[in-house]
T-cell receptor, first 112, second 116 residues
């Protein structure tokens, strides 16, 4: 059973702080890694994707990947109350085409 | 780009009714689409992988005769919940990907199904 693990939270950070969301995965053959944001009652929205070891930055978001440690993270700088949501980590299934394995998500709360 | 449209957004119907949900990729072709179900405060559960021109691949425990999937074109997949019962009430979400195995899935807005 291929697994993706996330701390369910809630993770509470003050407005303006850096939020750090972490994810580990079990399938060493995985090559593609995705972060989705899901607001309550809404469908997931793609935030970032990363394929190579290292950091990838997009605005206030930075994805970090370490394949040796089977670890992927998402940093949100200057956190805003509108960032409060559940963040889902997703990993491609080796040989599964576009099929993804999702973590259960981390709930982030950005407090005023 | 990579917009996925899902219709309807809400369905409320009586027990025993069959309900069809449509998923369209608006600006790309999708050989494969995915159907998920999500109960309140729970994680996404993949129900099936919809393949254009062939039979869907269902996840373990998902009844293929109850959840009929048709993927007749590269831009349209449908999920029909047959003879729906209250326990089928859930949030159904489709997704599609525009390219190869490393491309992200893009989600539709979801369909909230309530069976009375």
């Amino acid at each position: 059973q291929k697994e993706v693990e996330q701390n369910s939270g809630p993770l509470s950070v003050p407005e303006g702080a850096i939020a750090s969301l972490n994810c580990t995965y079990s399938d060493r053959g995985s090559q593609s890694f995705f972060w989705y944001r899901q607001y309550s009652g809404k469908s997931p929205e793609l935030i970032m994707f990363i394929y190579s070891n290292g950091d990838k930055e997009d605005g206030r978001f930075t994805a970090q990947l370490n394949k040796a440690s089977q670890y992927v993270s998402l940093l949100i700088r200057d956190s805003q109350p509108s960032d409060s949501a559940t963040y889902l980590c997703a990993v491609n299934v080796e040989g599964g085409g576009n099929k993804l394995t999702f973590g259960t998500g981390t709930q982030l709360k950005v407090e005023l | 780009g990579a917009v996925v449209s899902q219709h309807p957004s809400w369905v409320i119907c009586k027990s025993g009714t069959s309900v069809k949900i449509e998923c369209r990729s608006l600006d790309f072709q999708a050989t494969t689409m995915f159907w998920y179900r999500q109960f309140p405060k729970q994680s996404l559960m993949l129900m099936a992988t919809s393949n254009e021109g062939s039979k869907a691949t269902y996840e373990q425990g998902v009844e293929k005769d109850k959840f009929l999937i048709n993927h007749a074109s590269l831009t349209l997949s449908t999920l029909t919940v047959t003879s729906a019962h209250p326990e089928d009430s859930s949030f159904y979400i489709c997704s599609a990907s525009p390219g190869g195995g490393d491309q992200p899935q893009h989600f539709g807005d979801g369909t909230r199904l309530s069976i009375l």
